[in-house]
């Protein structure tokens, strides 16, 4: 028959004093005042009854009970910053703490965070951008274990959770906004538009598509920058450096520009700069935007018109969607575990202020 494990009541029955006196003794807490015979006394029958003073949880262990890992491939952009804004806000809330990594678009650190996660044991996993395709294998395995959100391109398929965002629509919102103004002489500036980036090539494709919808595609001139760019790291200029540098080259070979759009705001505050120093005024020569609606967008100088897709909101809905998949798995309503699969959207909107206006019919300097 198995012994009945010794509980600090039965310690105090036989010693005659509360549990609460026991308590504090065997846990060395001498805030009360102890006689030392009854110190001796529940020492000595603590012993002789084989008591164990129950382990506590270290802060280390409750830690790992309440971490969310995010995967970022830039903290140089405002963008990812705005996403941990909205994790981070919403982890706080409920108790969560976060773990960044910053895989700076690099595979090796990319592969060597993954790999990271069986010691890490994190409640859920959030990457805030697709991740690389060698990797898909390992994420959907790991999703069998652990909730695990993406906010990637819509068009992306992909088995786990997803805040997704319609590059493509963001493309035809841009160019659409430029057509309606008379622009038909465009550029689009864009880091390298590499396979494993894909969401920024359907944002490229999506204002393509708009301009040739009425037969003005060759009219939109692509620059973007060297792939070479990607496979180092990103200093906090990255961007505005691709913006800046690919305007002064665009400038040198074309003269009839009406307008530039920069993938994202980084690039278009490059532009604006570039423009500035070739003397070109905004909007009146050449109109200029953005995408992110970034905080900076509307703290320039001449505030930058970009397009609005709520990035705070997806950050704290990817959370959420980690929250609800850990509370299901904490609570038993039926035999069968029920499997949900998230999509998140959010309708992007244009955002209008003074770097835009209606083309000039003649381009030139003033």
């Known amino acids: 028959m198995r012994k009945k494990k010794v509980t600090s009541s039965d310690i105090a029955h036989a010693a005659g004093v509360s549990q609460a006196t026991v308590s ?34 270290t802060r280390r262990e409750s830690r790992k009970e309440k971490l969310i890992v995010v995967f970022c491939s830039n903290l140089t952009n405002p963008y990812y910053v705005m996403l941990l804004q909205g994790i981070e806000s919403r982890a706080k809330e409920q108790g969560y703490g976060l773990f960044v990594c910053n895989t700076q678009r690099d595979l090796k650190m990319e592969e060597r965070y993954l790999r990271m996660m069986h010691e890490l044991k994190p409640l859920g996993i959030i990457y805030t951008c697709n991740p690389s395709h060698c990797f898909m294998d390992t994420i959907e395995e790991l999703a069998e274990k652990i909730p ?9 398929h992909l088995n786990v959770d997803a805040v997704e965002l319609d590059n493509s629509k963001l ?33 490229v494709e999506g204002f393509l598509k708009e301009f040739d919808a009425v ?42 520009i009406t307008a530039i759009v920069g993938l994202n705001d980084m690039i278009a505050f490059g ?20 995408c992110d609606n970034t905080l900076f967008a509307k703290m320039h100088k001449v505030s930058l018109t970009t397009i609005e897709h709520f990035v705070v909101f997806k950050g704290r809905d990817a959370c959420d969607i980690i929250m609800k998949k850990i ?40």
């Not at 919102?173 to 969401?199: E, N, S």
């Not at 037969?215 to 505005?240: C, F, H, Q, R, T």
């Open 24 to 57: 504090m003794i065997l846990n060395k807490k001498y805030n009360v005042s102890f006689s030392k015979e009854t110190i001796r006394k529940v020492e000595q029958i603590a012993e002789e009854m084989g008591y164990e003073v129950p382990k506590r949880k």
């Open 148 to 156: 695990i959100v993406i906010i990637n391109n819509q068009n992306e």
């Open 215 to 256: 037969g003005l595609k060759d009219n939109v001139i692509i620059k973007a920058a060297n792939e070479s760019i990607d496979m180092s790291i990103p200093n906090i200029d990255s961007e505005y450096k691709i913006g800046y540098d690919l305007t002064k080259e665009l400038l040198r070979e074309h003269n009839d």
């Open 171 to 203: 493309g035809r919102m841009m160019a659409k906004h430029l057509l309606d103004l008379g622009h038909r002489k465009v550029a689009y500036i864009a880091p390298p538009l590499t396979t494993r980036q894909k969401q920024r090539s359907k944002r």
């Open 271 to 290: 532009i604006l700069d570039a423009l500035h120093e070739e003397k070109y005024k905004v909007p009146a020569d050449i109109s200029v935007m953005g």
């Open 327 to 366: 509370l299901s798995q904490n609570s038993q309503y039926s035999e069968i575990q029920p499997i949900s699969t998230y999509h998140v959207e959010y309708e992007p909107r244009l955002i209008v202020r003074g770097t835009t206006s209606y083309a000039k019919t003649k381009k030139g300097k003033n």
